[in-house]
């Protein structure tokens, strides 16, 4: 008998995007653009899905017949009906939606139905639990990611072989905030990697830059300030076109304290200036040739990333190698409005046209893996 190999999930939802613009005296108006997948469980395991077949990958999608096309349906099952656990929701809600308001370059957000909240019990009701999953996904704010940790200890005290996940976490953008770094900072030690963006790593240690030249060497003390919170495996931050920069847990180092009297008073989570930090290059760089045609919409690239990331760890990858991965399944996902095609060619699955392999092979060609910040 052959053993399943455990999946990678998500714990995100399914959302359907509809978009609209505000001008400038507050008006909101339709924008000639059809509503389209969304969420950021979507993004997130069709980021996965770039490099692992339908049977390795799991999201549970909560939706009513009724208030999802057909055609989104079957668009999603075109990346394999297998990794797709559909429930139908009876609370009167329908299928989760969402309004996307462009005021100029800035993008909002809000439901306009309540989503589902997923925990890991949810997984146990549908097959994907047999054998439970390797690695999860999480968007949330502190409260909820404290309650999935919870529940995966409990589902391991429960299951005769345990079960103990990595747990990728992005904190949801609005709780990224200074008064939220003590639960945080105690959340952080129970997940493998922390990642926000730049601009929410900024918002959350309070920093502000005056000039783009000041950007990477905040981004650097951030991401040393996020690893001091000692994550499992590492804290990485993504920063759009500067790809992104890490730092590993394993590499962890403090400045020893003039003194004894100083050692006892010094705060344990401050970051060391010589903790290493590395970068990796987004593959569709600004000074690429093609990039303004290249680069159409940034929607759930961050998702995809970790996705990306997700894939590559249990493939068993280094976050040297793994990062890579995430920046090519990111750069699938900006390509186009919502999310990428995919054909089989010759045995190939092609994604937009491109063989995701190469694309790997070629930002491995244009960089070292990884760059220590200095």
């Given at each position: 008998m052959t053993l399943k190999r455990p999946r990678i999930a998500t714990l995100e939802a399914f959302i359907i995007d509809t978009f609209t613009e505000v001008d400038a005296d507050g008006k909101e108006s339709a924008v000639d653009k059809a509503d389209q997948i969304g969420g950021a469980g979507t993004y997130g395991i069709i980021g996965a899905r770039i490099f692992l077949p339908p049977s390795r990958l799991a999201m549970i999608i909560d939706y009513t017949p009724e208030t999802l096309p057909p055609s989104m349906k079957a668009q999603l099952e075109g990346y394999g009906a297998d990794m797709w656990a559909w429930r139908e929701r009876h609370d009167g809600a329908g299928t989760t939606r969402a309004v996307n308001r462009y005021n100029g370059q800035v993008r909002g957000f809000e439901y306009l139905s309540a989503p589902m909240l997923l925990t890991p019990r949810a997984l146990l009701e549908t097959d994907f639990h047999t054998p439970l999953p390797s690695w999860?996904?999480?968007?949330?704010?502190?409260?909820?990611a404290d309650q999935v940790v919870q529940d995966i200890a409990f589902?391991?005290?429960?299951?005769?072989?345990?079960?103990?996940?990595?747990?990728?976490?992005?904190?949801?953008?609005?709780?990224?905030?200074?008064?939220?770094?003590?639960?945080?900072?105690?959340l952080t030690r129970q997940v493998d990697i922390i990642s926000p963006n730049h601009t929410e790593a900024l918002q959350l240690f309070g920093r502000t830059i005056s000039s783009e030249d000041e950007l990477v060497p905040v981004l650097e003390w951030a991401v040393r300030s996020l690893v001091a919170f000692r994550p499992r495996m590492g804290a990485v931050i993504r920063a759009g076109p500067l790809g992104c920069c890490y730092a590993l847990t394993s590499e962890l180092v403090r400045t020893p304290s003039p003194h004894p009297a100083a050692r006892k008073t010094s705060n344990p989570g401050t970051p060391s200036h010589i903790q290493p930090v590395y970068w990796a290059p987004a593959f569709w760089h600004p000074d690429m040739p093609g990039y303004k045609t290249k680069v159409v919409d940034p929607t759930g690239a961050g998702n995809a990333f970790m996705g990306g990331l997700m894939a590559a760890f249990d493939e068993g990858k280094d976050m040297h190698e793994a990062v890579i991965w995430a920046n090519v399944a990111a750069s699938f996902v900006?390509?186009?409005?919502?999310?990428?095609?995919i054909k089989t060619i010759l045995g190939r699955e092609v994604w937009n046209g491109d063989y995701p392999w190469e694309r790997v092979e070629n930002l491995k060609r244009r960089m070292k893996v990884g760059r220590a910040a200095t």
């Open positions: 999860l996904h999480l968007v949330s704010y502190p409260a909820r589902i391991s005290s429960e299951v005769e072989e345990g079960w103990e996940p990595g747990l990728l976490w992005e904190p949801e953008p609005p709780c990224c905030i200074p008064e939220n770094l003590p639960l945080i900072s105690k900006i390509e186009q409005d919502g999310l990428p095609t």
